[in-house]
């Protein structure tokens, strides 16, 4: 199976490394290559625990992992990829379908063959699932110790001194005001190249198939100063490209701190110094011209054409938006909660191609939504034709429950459906993806190289501005160089060329 950036969740596990090109770095979306990736940091010699720290789920999930290595190393503890070396397992997971959970149990089974051996041995679940379920999980899971929310890091310490003590220890309690803009994270596992930055937390849209509002609690913003720093010291120690991170970044609003719904309560200075997403991204773009700055994930209810303009005044800036459809049909997606019809959507999509001709446009889709009918799926099949996406991620739908769709719809749409969905939407997809590539063909374009191919030693791994991956000759060039590629040839997901010289961005 050719790739092209598509993921189907229902068979992924199959598809697993077959399906992935862009193996780097994800999106907020699930990259299916880097789930359950062990971190490691160089240790401190003082550090006399080792602590083994799984990750699951979207890229915010893997920057919270640094976080939570971070403030464990201040604890006493190393990490450490070798699972039979711990003192301490962190399993840092994801909700966001069944199928998610899933393998986190089964993760969890694992943990307890080596708990036979090394009785001392404690278990956190941190993250979406640990938010969900709560103590229940300690009820479900015995081997589970440590049930933390993703608002409960900081409290770490306390939960292990609990743990260490011989008793469980819960903390999923959501905050109003946690950002962790005032902790450096550790990076773990890095290329050195890449990083992701957390901008927001949590997520006010209550899209009614979506748990994460219930899972990350309300969304708030990070002061753009912290931001501003950490930008500046990844940028200090080498680093190249940062993508910025929120489950909605379009709808990032600093005004001092606080909840995003409660800007409307703020003082009239403070709405008038507030800054919003097109103007962080701004400050960011030209406090570090040499950086290539990417945001995800876009809502089209809440994108503003301020952020393509100024992706279109800095250079820096790549051109690529990740924005989710979801659905094609205008009846689904007012039941999604989707706070915009497919008109208003194709709008923008238009409106980002004129204003950024160049810009490339990735998808998120579900399929088999309660009551979808085969009428919503042509029409969902005709919205990636107006916009032929440059890549998407697919997904049967999954009913999570407490959430709106799960607690007032029946999930009616047979497997048997979805999954001949999903692969008609997989397979008109794939032709875009081709599509798009191909225009890159002929073409000279600037390359930022993360690693060595997949397929092969002799050739480095890197991706265009669009996010699109390329492979070429390594010849005397090095991991984190910008590189002027001709593109030559492309399969649907990956350009084939030859350096051309250093890009003048070094
Ligand atoms: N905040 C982003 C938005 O709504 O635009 C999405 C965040 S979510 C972590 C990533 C993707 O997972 C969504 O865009 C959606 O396509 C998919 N997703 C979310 N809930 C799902 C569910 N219950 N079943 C299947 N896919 C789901």
Known sequence: MSSCHIFDYNSIFAFQNILLQRITKMEKTIDENVQGTTLVVEGKEVNKRNLYIESY???????????????????GFNTTQTLED??????????????????????????????????HLKVGVLGCMAERLK????????????????????????????????????????????????????????NGVTAFVSITRGCD????????????????????????????????????????????????LWYGGGLKKNFVNASDMQKATATNFSKLLEMVALANPKLRIRFSTSNPQDMTLDVIRTMAKHKNICNHVHLPVQ?????????????????????????????????????????????????????????????????????????????????KMEDDVPE????????????????????????HVGKIQ???????????????MGRNSQSTVVVFPKEHYKVGDFVNVQMNDCTSATLKGVAVGYSDNN
């Open 57 to 75: 789920g979207c890229a915010m999930n893997f920057a919270d992992s640094e976080i939570v290595a971070s403030i464990l190393a201040t604890e």
């Open 205 to 252: 849209n209550m899209c009614t198939f979506c748990v994460v509002p219930f899972t990350r609690g309300r969304e708030r913003s990070r002061d753009p100063q912290s931001i501003l720093a950490e930008v500046k010291e990844l940028s200090e120690n080498g680093f190249k490209e940062i993508t910025l991170l929120g489950q909605n970044v379009d709808s990032y």
């Open 327 to 407: 659905s094609g049909s205008n009846r689904i997606l007012k039941e999604m909660n989707r706070l915009h019809t497919i008109e208003e959507y194709f709008e923008l999509t238009d409106e980002i191609r004129k204003i950024l001709p160049g810009c490339s446009i990735s998808q998120d889709i579900i399929t088999g939504f309660p009551t979808e009918t085969e009428e919503d799926h042509a029409a969902t099949l005709r919205a990636l034709e107006h916009v032929k996406y440059d890549f998407g991620y697919m997904y049967s739908y999954s009913e999570r429950p407490g959430t709106m769709a799960g607690r």
């Open 86 to 119: 711990a003192d301490l397992v962190l399993v840092n997971t994801c909700s966001i379908r069944d199928k998610a959970e899933q393998t986190i149990r089964k993760r969890l089974t694992e943990y307890n063959k080596v708990k036979k051996t090394r009785p």
């Open 446 to 460: 600037e390359v930022l190289i993360e690693g060595t191919s997949k397929k092969s030693e002799n050739e480095w």
């Open 416 to 439: 048997a459906t979805k999954k001949r969905r999903l692969s008609e939407i997989i397979a008109l997809q794939r032709s875009h993806c081709l599509y798009r590539t191909e225009k």
């Open 135 to 190: 103590d229940k999980l300690l009820d479900e899971e015995k081997i589970v110790d440590m049930v933390v929310g993703p608002d409960a890091y900081k409290d770490l310490p306390n939960l292990i001194k609990e743990v260490d003590s011989g008793r469980d220890a819960v903390n999923v309690i959501l905050s109003k005001d946690e950002t962790y803009g005032d902790i450096a994270p550790v990076r773990l596992n890095t």
